[in-house]
Structures are given as structure tokens and as C-alpha cells.
């Protein structure tokens, strides 16, 4: 069984300020991490995804996250906050399903 | 056609009524999968295909039934809709198996569906 636990719903943030969305995991097999954007009224896109190569993933916009195997955290960072990032966003972990988050809603504060 | 369309963008439905909602990739996609997003409960998997003319259950199947006829085509019914099938629903497909943890997975734009 697996499972994904997105800490915050809700993170606000002023523009150039910098982002952590936090995600913790729980699996039974090594999984693949993912996170995805969804912005207003639109589908998923992914931003980036760790699939047991370098734990340092960089992926769309700016976006990284680290994979921390011993505090089974995936969270997502970025140096400076756009007025663009403001959307949902979800992690979701990846065995022989995949589960979604929650998902965490980021506001930008001009 | 560019990645995955799905329709109606949006729909009002009285309970106990049948409905289809549609959802096509263009991009020769192996599996495809149809999730509902309630608020604070993020996406939950309701059915997944990995080929034509396979079907699987996800973690929220009740009520909902799909077909594979074409690698293309991907529908979800509603028998018998009822109000907390309220929801928006996201057709996703992805290069491999639903059971790869690698895969990355393509959404649509998504289908409002009210039951009243």
C-alpha cells in the first residue's frame, strides 16, 4: 500500500519570495515521485518527476524537489515566487498505482 | 486534435439519468485512465485501461462502468447518476502500463458534471 500526505492545503507567498510545498510518502516498493501543476479551470501538467535516479530533480518553471529517502519527503522548492505560479499543486507517488495528494493551493502576493 | 480532448466541458444532469462522458487521445497511448477531483481528497483513480479490450477497477469504481473498443477511445458511464457523483472528472493516458511506476501520465482538460 502507498500513500501521500501533502502538509499545507493552502501556502501564500509574496512575489520573489521563495516556495516549499511539502509532501511525505509512504510505500512498500522504491517509488517514482511526481508533482503536478493544475491551474484554474485546466488539467495536470507535470512539472517534474524522480524515478530513482539523481535526487536532485529539476523540472518546468524554475521548479526543483529532493527525494530524502530516510525522511521519506518529496518536497518542492523554487528561489522566487512568479505571480504565474499561483495554481493547485499535487505530489503523487507511484508503486503499481499511482496516488494523488491532496493537493496544496499556492497564492502569490504581489 | 493535440493530446487528450474530453466532453462536455461541463454538464447538468438530474439523478437517476444516464450519461456518457467522452474522452479521446491522439497520441497512441497505451493506457488511459479516468480519475474524479473532489476538494481535499486530490484525484482518485475510478477505472484504467492498458490496452483495448482490457479494463481495470481503480479506487473508486462503484457506479461507473468503462469500454476500450479503440486504442483511441476511452468512455465513462454513468448508469444511474446520483448527486454525490458530483464531481470533475480527468481522463488521463500514459506511453506505458498503468501498473509502471515510471509513467508519466497526460490529462485532458477535465468535464464538470452536476447531479441534482
Given amino acids: 500500500a502507498q500513500s501521500v500526505t501533502q502538509l499545507d492545503s493552502h501556502v501564500s507567498v509574496s512575489e520573489g519570495t521563495p516556495v516549499l510545498l511539502r509532501c511525505n510518502y509512504s510505500s512498500s516498493y522504491s517509488p517514482s515521485l511526481f508533482w503536478y501543476v493544475q491551474h484554474p479551470n485546466k488539467g495536470l501538467q507535470l512539472l517534474l518527476k524522480y524515478t530513482s535516479a539523481a535526487t536532485l530533480v529539476k523540472g518546468i518553471n524554475g521548479f526543483e524537489a529532493e527525494f530524502k529517502k530516510s525522511e521519506t519527503s518529496f518536497h518542492l522548492t523554487k528561489p522566487s515566487a512568479h505571480m504565474s505560479d499561483a495554481a493547485e499543486y499535487f505530489c503523487v507517488v507511484s508503486g503499481n498505482d499511482m496516488r494523488f495528494g491532496a493537493g496544496t493551493r499556492l497564492t502569490v502576493k504581489p | ?116
Fill in chain 2, 1 to 116: 486534435i493535440a493530446g487528450i480532448t474530453q466532453a462536455p466541458t461541463s454538464q447538468i444532469l438530474a439523478a437517476g439519468r444516464r450519461m456518457t462522458l467522452r474522452c479521446t487521445q491522439d497520441m497512441r497511448h497505451n493506457a488511459m485512465y479516468w480519475y474524479r477531483q473532489d476538494l481535499g481528497l486530490g484525484l482518485r483513480l475510478i477505472h484504467y485501461s492498458n490496452t483495448a479490450g482490457t479494463t481495470g477497477k481503480g479506487e473508486v469504481p462503484d457506479g461507473y462502468s468503462v469500454s476500450r473498443a479503440n486504442t483511441d477511445d476511452f468512455p465513462l458511464t454513468l448508469a444511474s447518476a446520483v448527486p454525490s457523483q458530483t464531481s470533475v472528472y480527468f481522463c488521463a493516458s500514459s506511453e506505458g502500463l498503468a501498473e509502471s511506476s515510471y509513467n508519466e501520465q497526460f490529462f485532458g482538460p477535465g468535464t464538470r458534471l452536476t447531479v441534482l
